[in-house]
Every structure is written in structure tokens, then in C-alpha cells.
């Protein structure tokens, strides 16, 4: 309950929040750590991504979204040991990816990102009645390897809507990602794939999905491919 407190507080005062956590670093729990972290994390999500807040939820403060990432990302690399293959700094990383604005912040979420590369972990979504394909994609977006692919391909979208130019490393970490042992993490890079695909060129493919591949057929010709 006070772990979800603070959440929302720190979601609603992301300044103050993130000065506590910076000024008492050695004096916050390791939990409450994690839960600042994450409410700074939804606000931006909030604000700038595709969390939906409760009709209740408003920023007490409102910061600007370039600035927090930036501080977001300093926090991150201060306590690298502790952020290292955690969960809410993944969250956070996602976060930031909407507003980044330069490729020197790009650089350094894309270094970040680097180091969840090697991350082992189970999935805490069980089997169920979904198609396979669902089912993958659900347990990709709820582990923490899955938010970090995420915020990697939310950052390449974002660096080509503003034009910012892309990291040097980051192509051979996507294509680590891309590449990732555990098929949950590599469908969702698929997932993003195709959805940039067919929005750049919407007449030119359709997506078949069937179990566990995904056949392409050209809207002139009937054949699959």
C-alpha cells in the first residue's frame, strides 16, 4: 500500500520525488527506490506515451519532458549497480524514449538499454487460451527485457520524427534484441517491424498471421510469399 502511495505521489511530483532520491539516496529503501522511480516513469508515460491514467491522476508538477529524461537518464548511470536488470528503471527507459530531443540522450538511453542485453528471466504470464502469437506478445510487453525492446523501437520511431540522428550502436543493439534467445523479446521487435512497415507503405502488404509465422501477400497478387 505505501509502495503504490508513493508511486502515485511521485507521479504527481516528479521534482521533488527525484531530488529525495538523488539527496537521500543512502537513507531510501531499496523498494521505495523502485517505487519513485516508477511514478516519475508513469508521469511521462502519462503525459507523453500510452498509459492512461485514472480520471482522478493530475501533475502537481509539470516539468519539461526533454529536462526530466535527461535527469531520469543522469540517475540511472549515478546507480548503475542498482538500476542494473531492474525492472522500474526499464519502465523508465520506455518512458523517456517518447522525449528524447537529441542524439547525445539518445546515446546514452541506447548504452543503458545495452546493459539488459544479457538479462535472464521468466515470464510471469502463464499459458492460456490466446493464439500463440497473443499469447508471446502479452508475456514480451510484461517482462522487463520486453519494455526495455520497447523503449528501443519507441526511440528509433522518435529519432525519425524529429530527425535527430541515430546513435552509432544502436542498429547492432537492436539487432542483439532482435536476435534475443527468448521469443517473447524477438516478437515484439517483429511487432514493431511490421507496424512501421505497413504505415509507411500501407497498399503494398498484408499480414497474415497463422500460429507462430506470419505469411505476407502483396494486395495486387493472391499469392502468399
Not at 516508477?38 to 507523453?48: T, V
Not at 540511472?76 to 523508465?92: G, K, T, V
Not at 527485457?145 to 541515430?166: D, P, Y
Request: net charge negative.
Amino acid at each position: 500500500m505505501i509502495g503504490a502511495e508513493l508511486r502515485e505521489a511521485s507521479s504527481r511530483q516528479t521534482l521533488r520525488f527525484l531530488e529525495v532520491l538523488v539527496s537521500q539516496w543512502s537513507r531510501v529503501s531499496a523498494s521505495f527506490r523502485d517505487r519513485i522511480m516508477e511514478g516519475i516513469a508513469y508521469h511521462l508515460a502519462y503525459l507523453y506515451g500510452n498509459l492512461r491514467p485514472d480520471n482522478t491522476w493530475f501533475a502537481i508538477e509539470k516539468p519539461d519532458a526533454a529536462t526530466l529524461a535527461n535527469q531520469i537518464l543522469d540517475e540511472l548511470e549515478r546507480h548503475s549497480d542498482h538500476w542494473q536488470h531492474n525492472r522500474y528503471a526499464a519502465e523508465a527507459l520506455k518512458a523517456c524514449a517518447n522525449v528524447i530531443q537529441d542524439k547525445q540522450n539518445a546515446s546514452r538511453l541506447e548504452l543503458l538499454a545495452r546493459g539488459f542485453e544479457n538479462l535472464k528471466e521468466k515470464s510471469t504470464v502463464k499459458s492460456n487460451s490466446y493464439d500463440y502469437s497473443d499469447n508471446l506478445l502479452i508475456a514480451g510487453i510484461n517482462m522487463t527485457s520486453g519494455k526495455v525492446t520497447e523503449a528501443l523501437m519507441i526511440l528509433v520511431n522518435n529519432c525519425q520524427e524529429r530527425g535527430i540522428e541515430f546513435p552509432e550502436l544502436l542498429p547492432s543493439t537492436l539487432r542483439q534484441f532482435a536476435s534475443h534467445e527468448n521469443p517473447k523479446i524477438r516478437v515484439l521487435i517483429l511487432r514493431s517491424t511490421l507496424v512501421y512497415f505497413v504505415g509507411h507503405f500501407p497498399t503494398v502488404l498484408i499480414i497474415h498471421p497463422r500460429g507462430q509465422h506470419f505469411y505476407f501477400t502483396d494486395l495486387g497478387d493472391d499469392r502468399e510469399e
